[in-house]
Structures are given as structure tokens and as C-alpha cells.
């Protein structure tokens, strides 16, 4: 075979533009290559006492209560397409749409679905404290504080945090967490593979999970008591001090730790205990197909 003479070898030397330059023209019309980002602010007036859904199919979602009359919705769009000029078209058709009813208030993130093109919305959402919120998220977090109104979240493939709420929570995820902490209510969370944690609550829970931890304090207990339920995974439990309820706890396989002193207890040999604290009255019943559970 002919060797290269100096010439040719000079031929095949890198493009101008150095390793950068060669590298961005390999990349050059490969779907995703390049992105584009951009971040737009609009307020709406608030639906007095109302409720406000959002509806985010890809993005983080914040929303937090503050003392105002407006809705205030900061969106950064993130865009990825096979150049540049791509990329910045698809930012503007991701829109944040405005509809609803009397007293209520939709938002939904609108990202047009193309097999080379890749978008997402993180909304951050500032509201009156009094508002009621729904939202509901496809591919993000969600993050709800400093509410005083029920809120209702629902994440396929995200965690859902919930601070500093005083109201009824309904929370629901796929698979990642629930974090709850600093809430008042009646709180219902529900998890298919990922751990429920409750930290200083006042009121009743209802969570359950298919896999994962749950782990709750409760400060003070709600009439409809304390029901927490898993397949596979422990459960902790801690009580105020002082509470009237009537305990049952569950467990198929694993052991059972009970630091409370329990009037008229039971324990059982199918891995069951019963009792009562103080003068009994909501339930405290705890699940486990396989783990522990811990009350205290």
C-alpha cells in the first residue's frame, strides 16, 4: 500500500476549529446536541378563595404561599434539538396555558413531543396562603410551602415535598419519595416504590407504600388516628408523650419494637400486638408484610 506523502498527511489533519471545532461538526444534526434555555415571568389574578390546578408533563414544580392577591408563575424553559436554531424554536412552543372556571385557575405547561426534540418547564409559583392547590406532574419534583389551604399533588416520576401546610394533604407518587413535615390536617399519602416520611405533624395520616420506609411524628393525633401500611419495608412511629389511642401493630415477617406502655396489652403469637394508651380512642394501626416496626 502507497505510504502518504507529507502533503496528503497535512490533508488529513483536524478541521479548523481545533478538537472543539472537529467534535461540534460530528455532533452537528444529532438530535438533542444542542440546548437553549430561557426563563419568562407573568402574573394573573387569583381566584378569591379559589383553587389553582397546574398541570406540568416535564419540569420541577414549586409553589409557595405568600401574602398576596396574584398569581405569580416564573417558568425556565430548557430545550434541547439538533442545533441551535432548533433548540431556541422549540423554547417558544413551550407555553404556559391559562384557562379555567369561576374560582378556579388552570396552569398547564404545553411541551410539543418530537422523536429528536427535548423540552421542560420548572415552574415556580407564588399564590395567596388562603388558595387551594392541585397539581399534578408527569417528570419533576414537586415542592408545596407555606400554605393554608388543602393541597392535592400527584408525581409519576418525582418526589413530593410538603411544608409548613395547615390544611388537608393528599399526596400521591410513582416511584420516589413523599416528604411531609410542619403539616396540619388530615394527610393521605401514597407511594408504589419509594419511602413516606411525616415529621411533626398535627392530625391524622393515612400513608401506605408498596417498598420503602415509613417513618412519622406525629405531635398531636387526629380523630381518624394513625394508619401506615407497607409491603416491604420498616415502620417508625413516634408519638406525643401524652395520647389517648388504641394501638395495633401488624407484622408477617420481622420483629416488633414498642417503647409505650400499653394498658390491657396483647401480644400474640402471629406477630400481632394490641393495647391501649391512656384512656384509647383513634386508631394507631401499623402494617408490615417484611420489616420492622418500631412505635414510640
Known amino acids: 500500500m502507497r505510504r502518504a506523502n507529507r502533503h496528503e498527511r497535512q490533508h488529513f489533519s483536524a478541521p479548523h476549529g481545533g478538537i472543539g471545532g472537529f467534535l461540534r461538526s460530528l455532533l452537528a444534526g444529532i438530535p438533542w446536541s444542542e440546548s ?27 409553589v409557595l404561599g405568600e401574602e398576596r392577591d396574584d398569581v405569580s408563575v416564573t417558568a425556565c424553559k430548557r430545550a434541547r434539538a439538533e442545533s441551535g436554531e432548533a433548540a431556541h424554536g422549540l423554547l417558544d ?21 418530537k422523536w429528536n426534540r427535548h423540552g421542560s418547564a420548572n415552574l415556580d409559583v407564588r399564590v395567596p396562603k388562603g388558595l387551594r392547590v392541585e397539581v399534578v ?18 408525581s409519576s416520576n418525582g418526589s413530593v415535598t410538603v411544608s409548613d401546610v395547615v390544611g388537608d394533604v393528599e399526596v400521591t407518587t410513582s416511584n420516589a419519595k413523599v416528604e411531609c413535615h410542619d403539616t396540619c390536617g388530615r394527610l393521605v399519602a401514597r407511594s408504589s416504590n419509594g419511602k413516606i416520611e411525616v415529621e411533626d405533624h398535627r392530625g391524622s395520616i393515612d400513608a401506605s407504600t408498596s417498598n420503602g420506609l415509613i417513618q412519622a411524628s406525629v405531635e398531636e393525633v387526629g380523630r381518624d388516628g394513625v394508619l401506615l401500611a407497607t409491603s416491604n419495608g420498616r415502620i417508625v412511629l413516634v408519638l406525643p408523650h401524652v395520647v389517648d389511642a388504641d394501638v395495633d401493630l401488624h407484622v408477617d415477617n420481622g420483629m ?21 394508651l391512656g384512656k384509647g380512642g ?13 412505635l414510640r
Open 36 to 62: 437553549a434555555e430561557r426563563t419568562d415571568v407573568s402574573s394573573v389574578k387569583a381566584p378569591p378563595g379559589g383553587t389553582l390546578r397546574i398541570h406540568n408533563s416535564n419540569g420541577k414544580t414549586r
Open 93 to 113: 412552543e413551550i407555553r404556559v396555558l391559562e384557562s379555567g372556571t369561576p374560582g378556579v385557575l388552570e396552569l398547564e405547561v404545553v411541551i410539543p413531543r
Open 137 to 154: 406532574a408527569s417528570n419533576g419534583k414537586v415542592c408545596l410551602a407555606g400554605l393554608r389551604g388543602s393541597v392535592k399533588a400527584k
Open 256 to 276: 416488633i419494637r414498642n417503647d409505650r406502655s400499653l394498658d390491657r396489652a396483647v401480644r400474640e403469637t402471629n406477630g400481632r400486638v394490641r393495647g391501649v
Open 282 to 294: 383513634p386508631p394507631v394501626k401499623l402494617r408490615t408484610s417484611n420489616g420492622s416496626i418500631c
